[in-house]
């Protein structure tokens, strides 16, 4: 007898379940496939593939609420509920993981019923008039309604709001009366983020999702990285939106408005207009702007190119200090300071670690610092009249530049943090249609930026620019030498976390430009330089909990990191909806768009070397550079007053 | 002397709860059924630190205080009475046992007496439903409650347990 038949005779299971009717599956597959009938169509599914996935690949919609490409699975807003075939109840296809074969039915009577009727219960909870949101027509649970043909309120609509709406955060804004209970903003702020701001509290129909103690979102910790906004499927999350007071200064006469666009933004605007992910706008954007009123349209990137000379001089510093002088209380590996998130995230949780980051300020504040000083000098324009608005792809930005340190101009260095979101909207509301704009370039002097700045948008873009600019100022050759177009591929991607090392085989001369910081490269000869890139808190901290511990990342030199999943191009400010796939878009129009720079190395940016030679005329971290672009930071530490 | 603050006495007190009990998640409820136990309710204060020594977030540790009737944030009473309401208790005549329980007790259910000796609340079903109207007072059972039965239970509560340990000022 083959064991086959020895197993179908005992096995007391149903013949459906038994064992021996899933076949081996493809080589290297774990487990086999297992055949499953979706609404009458055969199909053949790796084993444990849920019904979701199932149906998603045999073309079959079904409805998801609380379901997010991003985040582990819930299944407990029971939109995607099915019919299998021989169970008593319905069944949450995004949490019934295929282990033997069955047959589901996607929409009977019972089926369209329970869904219907969900809406109607998610609706009797939910106030709000959809015309008075800010996610009308980009609402998961709008479209829910009317996928299901919700005419009527079956079981009743609030008449009130329920919960006073949550201000007290610069970065985001907490209307609970337009919650549904999808815990997609949970599962993001502990699992993705690591930070643990939201949790569902108390349980049955008194659940309601609450910081801590349901205290004020702006006094709990809480690191505006704005990601359960991109994660909310109804307007229940959104970011503190300044675009009345920028409406306001672009009005009135006696204000210069000047907006500083970051890279990410360019990449993600066009999905605001219906354009495919990935379509880049940048010069569209800049004529749009111009007839929005906005008076000088700038590029971040000028002050990216500047934050990795600053940063780049300021570790080169620290290197010459731990290595030559055998300074003991240099903090090294030294961390990038770009991302507001992560510096917010590193006072409140690490902030032992604070002496290991970077002082260079973000390139939005650099940028406020120069505005309202040297750009008003050199136009003659009293800065308390200047007005600057930072598009950012990011919430906190919006926190950044509230902090109380940043006024080293002596104004506030930046007056009003927009997103890309908020931007779209204030696009459509001046009636111009992005897409048909024709283009234009940015404004001088600050015009010419270079690819290295653009790829701080991407996870990863910070060191690649950081390398291109060491290899160059240290070993003397070109970057193009060592790497094919001057791609740092190792350093790209969308690994959680990546390490790098860079052998230094030869040094070249000390150009002008840090002379004054190291006599020679002697003492870099034949060291390895060892980098990481992580993205995303909860990857952040392992790496920290790595180098508390001694690991390989505390023998690193210099790491990046960014708060948000992908960098800023997944910022908390980007157009919703965000998936993996919609990033990888986004970052191939940021890369294209540095291959096609003509410039794409930080410390070649004419406009810096100009920088340098006429206002921060003692060089990368002399004493005005650290008066205006460097900044300080507050251990704040994690415990909740 | 040891001059230590309560937040000091409460902190080393946890972190010996923690050695004993492990940093595993699945070591939070005994952790905090042994705080509840002890201070009669769960604190700020110990949420954040527990919440610190398992390395997980305070929200997460409120989440679960809120979740079970039997955890609190609030201050309860020394002894907890816990009337059960559903079906069966309620048609052996559970209303007169709670509203003898009202009357002794001088307080309705949710309340707790201002000595902070007795907190009333309801439970859902406890298993008793043959033996009904039921009740817990803390860990313990009683079965087919009179309201003769009450007002025994209440006097034994102030003996049993003696009026000194009742007496004590109020934690935390």
Known sequence: MSEKSIFENISRAPTSQRASEIEAGPKGAIGGTVSVTIDG???????????????????????????????????????????VEGMRTLQASCAYPITAPISIRTHTAKVRRARRHIIDLMLKYHYGECYACGR???????????EYGVDYFRFGHPEKPMYEIDRSSHSVVRDMNKCVLCRRCVRTCIDLQEVGVLEAIHRGEKTIISTYLNKPLGKVVCINCGQCINRCPTGALRANDPTDEVWAAIDDPSKHVIIQTAPSPRAGIGECFGLEPGTPMTYQMNTALRRCGFDKVFDTNFTADLTIIEEGSELLIRLYKALVEKDESVALPQF????????????HFYPEMIPNLSTAKSPQQMFGAVIKTYYAKMHNIDPKNIVTVALMPCSAKKFECNRPEMCDSGFKDVDYGLTTRELGKMISEAGIDLPAMPKSDFDDPFGTATGSGVIFGATGGVMESALRTVIELVVGCKVEDLFDHADIMPVRGFDGIRYVELKIDNVGPVPSIVSHLVPNWDWLKGAT??????????????????????????????????????????????????????????????????????????????????IYNEFLMEGPCGHLSHKLLHTSYTARGKYIS | MNLMTQQERLRSELEELVER?????????????????????????????????????????????????????????????????????????????????????????????????????????????DQGPALLVNDHVYTRVTPEMVNQIIVGCRQVFGLHATQQPMEQ
């Not at chain 1, 796939?581 to 406009?607: L, T």
């Not at chain 2, 009337?83 to 002794?104: E, F, G, H, I, P």
């Open chain 1, 529 to 610: 330089l060892k980098v990481a890139v992580a993205h995303g808190t909860a990857n952040a901290k392992k790496v920290l909990d790595d180098i508390k511990a001694g690991g390989k990342f505390s023998e690193c030199h210099f790491i990046e990191f960014m708060a948000c999943p992908g960098g800023c191009l997944g910022g908390g400010g980007q157009p919703i909806p965000t998936t993996p796939e919609i990033r990888a878009k986004r970052a191939e129009a940021i890369y294209a768009e540095d291959s096609a720079c003509e410039v794409r190395k930080s410390h070649e940016n004419p406009a810096i070397l100009q």
């Open chain 2, 21 to 129: 009990l492990g940093t595993e998640r699945s070591s939070l409820m005994p952790i905090l059924q042994e705080v509840q136990r002890k201070y009669y309710r769960i604190s700020d204060y110990a949420i954040q630190v527990i919440a610190d020594l398992l390395d997980i977030h305070p929200v997460e540790v409120h989440a679960v205080v809120s979740f079970y009737s039997f955890l609190d944030f609030k201050p309860k009473g020394r002894f907890v009475i816990r009337l059960c309401r559903t079906l069966c208790c309620d048609m052996a005549n559970k209303d007169r046992v709670a509203r003898q329980l009202c009357n002794d007790l001088g307080i309705q259910f949710g309340e707790t007496t201002p000595d902070g000796k007795f907190t009333l609340e309801y439970a859902n079903c406890i298993g008793m439903c």
């Open chain 1, 136 to 146: 009308n027509n980009n609402c998961e649970l709008q479209s829910l309604a009317k």
């Open chain 1, 336 to 347: 990038t300071s770009c991302s507001p998130g992560w510096v917010k995230y590193l006072e």
């Open chain 1, 41 to 83: 169509e055969k199909m053949k599914v790796p084993l444990g593939t849920t019904i979701l996935e199932a149906c998603r690949e045999m073309g079959v919609h079904i409805p998801t609420l609380c379901h997010h490409e991003d985040l582990c699975i819930a299944g407990v807003c029971r939109m995607c509920l099915v019919e």
